[in-house]
C-alpha cells in the first residue's frame, strides 16, 4: 500500500516556475514507477510525465516535452515535477500516481493516486 501527498501547487504568472512534489509512504517506494497527470475541470485528463522505479527513464507528453522536468528521490520517498516556462493552458489539478509495475501514459495502470494540487497560471 502506497500513500500519496502532493504540494507545490500554486497562482503563477506565464513563463514562471513551480516545482510540486508527490511524498510517499511506505518503504519499498523506490520499487514503484511514477507518474504526474492533470485534469482542468471540463476536460479530459491528461498524461504529463512518468519516471521508472530506478529514474533512469523518464517519459513526457508531447504539450511539456522541454519544459517540464520529473524526478525522484528514493532515500527520500519523493518525486518532483519542475515546470518551467509555464502557460496559461497549464492550469489544471495536478495529481501524482504510482504503480508497482508501470510507469508511463496510461492512466488506467495506475493504482495509487493522491488528491491532487491546483496549478493556476496567469497571462
Known amino acids: 500500500q502506497v500513500q500519496l501527498v502532493e504540494s507545490g501547487g500554486g497562482l503563477v504568472q506565464a513563463g514562471g516556475s513551480l516545482r510540486l512534489s508527490c511524498a510517499a509512504s511506505g518503504r519499498t517506494f523506490s520499487r514503484y514507477g511514477m507518474g504526474w497527470f492533470r485534469q482542468d475541470p471540463g476536460k479530459a485528463w491528461e498524461f504529463v510525465a512518468a519516471?521508472?522505479?530506478?529514474?533512469?527513464?523518464?517519459a513526457y507528453a508531447d504539450s511539456v516535452k522541454g519544459r517540464f522536468t520529473i524526478s525522484r528521490d528514493n532515500a527520500k520517498n519523493t518525486t518532483y515535477l519542475q515546470m518551467n516556462s509555464l502557460k496559461p493552458e497549464d492550469t489544471a489539478v495536478y495529481y501524482c500516481?504510482?504503480?508497482?509495475?508501470?510507469?508511463?501514459?496510461?492512466?488506467?495502470?495506475?493504482?495509487?493516486w493522491g488528491q491532487g494540487t491546483q496549478v493556476t497560471v496567469s497571462s
Open positions: 519516471i521508472s522505479w530506478t529514474g533512469g527513464t523518464m
Open positions: 500516481a504510482a504503480d508497482r509495475i508501470y510507469y508511463g501514459s496510461d492512466i488506467r495502470e495506475y493504482d495509487y
